[in-house]
């Protein structure tokens, strides 16, 4: 399966749709910056694939930093704010346990793609794509057997090429590439 054979986008949130707070945690929507051209890729992104996910780590909610109420109204504005320049969000898949708490649903476990499956059956992983900025994104991907996408903004230090099926330094440089792969192969 090729890229641009694939129907179902699974997307990381923090590093890849919003500047990462570096050994902090998006606590509210006023630390919520979106990454340059990110919200011109979701407008690309809403005409190159069927169905469009968000999984991400939130552990900042197990720490008790911040509440579910506090994580569904960043995303709520986040998902506004994405329509609104032409893009979409089906869903958004979000784990509030802690590392230490080994849960099946926390990246690299693959817990989220499953509960996403059963949500929406017609889901093919092997017509998918994982696109994020860790290498815990890229196992969480492999052990799906989706095609991975790494965005590398340098904050990955323990890069394995072995799992990365292709890399780009931002989600607009991807949704660029997808876009003319679709068009004209
Ligand atoms: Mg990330």
Avoid: W
Avoid at 53 to 63: R, W
Avoid at 107 to 121: R, T, V, W
């Amino acid at each position: 399966m090729k890229l641009k054979d694939c129907k179902y986008l699974f997307l990381d949130r923090d590093g890849v749709i919003n500047v990462r707070k570096m050994g902090g945690y998006i606590l509210s929507y006023d630390e919520f910056h979106f990454i340059e051209g990110v919200k011109e890729a979701f407008k690309i992104f809403n005409t190159c694939f069927d169905k469009i996910f968000i999984i991400t780590n939130q552990q900042g909610i197990g720490k008790g930093l911040m509440s579910e109420e506090d994580f569904s109204i960043v995303s709520k504005k986040m998902i506004e704010e994405i329509e609104s320049n032409g893009g979409r969000i089906d869903k958004i898949y979000h784990c509030p346990a802690l590392k230490e708490e080994k849960s099946k649903m926390r990246k690299p476990e693959i817990g989220m793609g499953l509960k996403a499956k059963e949500d929406y059956n017609e889901i093919d992983f092997n017509k998918s794509i994982m696109v994020g900025d860790s290498m815990s994104d890229m196992l969480f991907g492999k052990g799906l057997l989706m095609k991975n996408v790494f965005i590398n903004n340098h904050t990955e230090t323990n890069i394995d090429n072995k799992i990365i099926d292709k890399e780009f330094n931002s989600l607009i440089e991807f949704a660029k590439y997808i876009e003319n792969e679709k068009k004209y192969n």
